[in-house]
Nanobody, 119 residues
Framework: QVHVVESGGGLVQPGGSLTLSCVTS????????MKWHRQAPGKERELVAG????????SYADSVKGRFTISRDNAKNMVYLQMNGLKSEDTAVYYC????????????WGQGTQVTVSS
């Protein structure tokens, strides 16, 4: 059985930093592209960042470029999202997503972790 579990969310002041973590079990982790998505109240879910299976290629939404960094540790089945310079508009539930490089239907999601940016 596949499990994707996020952690690290919380309340942070504008300008602050937070690091989200995600552990995936039940899959061959280094054969899965990893992504972070977020969904703010009343808005559609959006892709925030993605990372290739080896970690050498990353991509970011324009809204977070230069502020967020995605990374992974294949030895630990972990992916991270370092978030700096947080803004109120970053407030959302953040979801970790694992997608197989061989079969896109093998697409697994965590339950999400809440990030609230407020003074």
């Amino acid at each position: 059985q596949v499990h994707v579990v996020e952690s690290g969310g919380g309340l942070v002041q504008p300008g602050g930093s937070l690091t989200l973590s995600c552990v995936t079990s039940g899959v061959t982790f280094n054969l899965y592209r990893m992504k972070w998505h977020r969904q703010a109240p009343g808005k559609e879910r959006e892709l925030v960042a993605g990372i290739s299976i080896g970690g050498g290629t990353t991509s970011y939404a324009d809204s977070v470029k230069g502020r967020f960094t995605i990374s992974r540790d294949n030895a630990k089945n972990m992916v991270y999202l370092q978030m700096n310079g947080l803004k109120s508009e970053d407030t959302a539930v953040y979801y970790c997503n694992a997608v197989s490089v061989y079969q896109s239907s093998r697409d697994y999601w965590g339950q999400g972790t809440q990030v609230t940016v407020s003074s």
